[in-house]
């Protein structure tokens, strides 16, 4: 309805209109609100946008926006930021494929990742390292060469 609102199909007075209504409803029957606010606010994400994978932390969808992929749970925390200090300082960024594989396999190959110490380029995969916690980590696994033992 907000939509409606912003896109001039409804007026500001009937949504608001609307809400009285509803709080008076509420207030009056005692339910909980969840069934009412989803009449009024349905979800942004629907099936207009496809999830890019399943959150690692709940199991809920992993949507895209403007600027990560973020756990459709509200309580959750889980997010893939796409200007992430560890694949900008790498000269990468977390695009939506890079996010599919991170969410679906917890790790992908990457080619010409930057060495800020070397400034020169190499080859690793990265892995999603998540501990739950405010942000999600990443490491680097690299290849073993040929003809090398570890």
């Known amino acids: 309805m ?3 609102v912003e896109h ?3 007026s ?5 209109d609307q809400i009285a209504d509803m709080s008076r409803t509420l207030v009056k029957e005692h339910t909980t609100p969840e069934e009412r606010f989803a009449d009024l606010f349905p979800s942004s994400r629907g099936t207009a946008h496809e999830a890019v994978g399943v959150c690692p932390r709940c199991g809920a969808p992993v949507y895209e926006g403007k600027k990560g992929f973020f756990c459709d749970n509200r309580e959750c925390s889980f997010a893939l930021w796409k200007d992430n200090r560890f694949f900008s300082s790498k000269k990468k960024s977390i695009t939506k494929s890079v996010a599919a594989a991170l969410l679906k396999e917890g790790r992908i190959s990457m080619s010409g990742l930057y060495s800020e110490k070397t400034g020169k ?9 998540d501990t ?3 942000y999600v980590n990443f490491k680097l696994e690299f290849p073993v060469k040929k003809g090398r033992r570890k």
């Open 121 to 129: 380029t190499y080859d690793a995969e990265v892995i999603l390292d």
């Open 12 to 16: 500001a007075t009937s949504f608001m």
């Open 2 to 4: 907000l939509k409606q």
């Open 8 to 10: 001039g199909e409804l």
């Open 132 to 134: 739950g916690g405010k």
